[in-house]
Antibody, heavy 118, light 107 residues
Framework: QVQLLESGPGLVKPSETLSLTCTVS????????WSWIRQPPGKGLEWIGH???????KYNPSLKSRVTISADTSKNQFSLKLTSVTAADTAVYFC????????????WGQGTLVTVSS | DIQMTQSPSSLSASVGDRVTITCRAS??????LNWYQQKPGKAPKVLMF???SLQSGVPSRFSGSGSGTEFTLTISSLQPEDFATYYC?????????FGQGTKLQIK
């Protein structure tokens, strides 16, 4: 059974960098694509971007200039960095596995709330 | 970006009712449409993929249809555990995008 677990600070100051890590168990990140998706409190879901099994990345253009997704295959982890955060970046952040060429998101982490506040 | 619009945004129904949620895409997306169920404080769970394929383990009272720009999710006989928020998501092109959600509440 694949399991994903997000970790990182729950509070980030405005203008600083949000950093989260997703640890994957029950499967290798060398297989599949891996995404980050976020959900502001009480709102809908936004795809942030993904990293492929070969390490290539694609980002949502709405965030592209501020986002970096990377992977550490030795630890079976992938990470998200979001720079210059504002209150609008306050959200629950999910790490997610993509399945298929036109993918569904089939395995999700539990999500971690990141609040941007001074 | 491909915009996904769900209707209704909220829906009140009773146990045993048949309900249908509609999702419209701003451009043709073939059958590259997935449906998710989300309960409060939990991660979304995939119900349907490729518009009409039932995810393993999902009850058969859930069904999906559509192609192109218009899609539906139907629950044939609502059960108490089905009261949740439902999202559609297009997987035709990045950035992958979601509908705004349909909150299904008990009448």
């Amino acid at each position: 059974q694949v399991q994903l677990l997000e970790s990182g600070p729950g509070l980030v100051k405005p203008s600083e960098t949000l950093s989260l890590t997703c640890t994957v168990s029950g499967g290798s990140i060398r297989s599949y694509y891996w995404s980050w998706i976020r959900q502001p409190p009480g709102k809908g879901l936004e795809w942030i971007g993904h990293i492929s099994n070969s390490g290539s990345t694609k980002y949502n253009p709405s965030l592209k200039s501020r986002v970096t997704i990377s992977a550490d295959t030795s630890k079976n982890q992938f990470s998200l960095k979001l720079t210059s955060v504002t209150a609008a970046d306050t959200a629950v952040y999910f790490c997610v596995r993509e399945l298929g060429q036109q993918p569904e998101f089939d395995y999700w982490g539990q999500g971690t709330l990141v609040t941007v506040s001074s | 970006d491909i915009q996904m619009t769900q209707s209704p945004s909220s829906l009140s129904a009773s146990v045993g009712d048949r309900v249908t949620i509609t999702c419209r895409a701003s451009q043709r997306i073939g059958s590259y449409l997935n449906w998710y169920q989300q309960k409060p404080g939990k991660a979304p769970k995939v119900l349907m993929f490729a518009a009409s394929s039932l995810q393993s383990g999902v009850p058969s009272r859930f069904s999906g249809s559509g192609s192109g720009t218009e899609f539906t999710l139907t629950i044939s006989s609502l059960q108490p555990e089905d009261f949740a928020t439902y999202y559609c998501q297009q997987s035709y092109r990045t950035p992958y995008t979601f509908g705004q959600g349909t909150k299904l509440q008990i009448k």
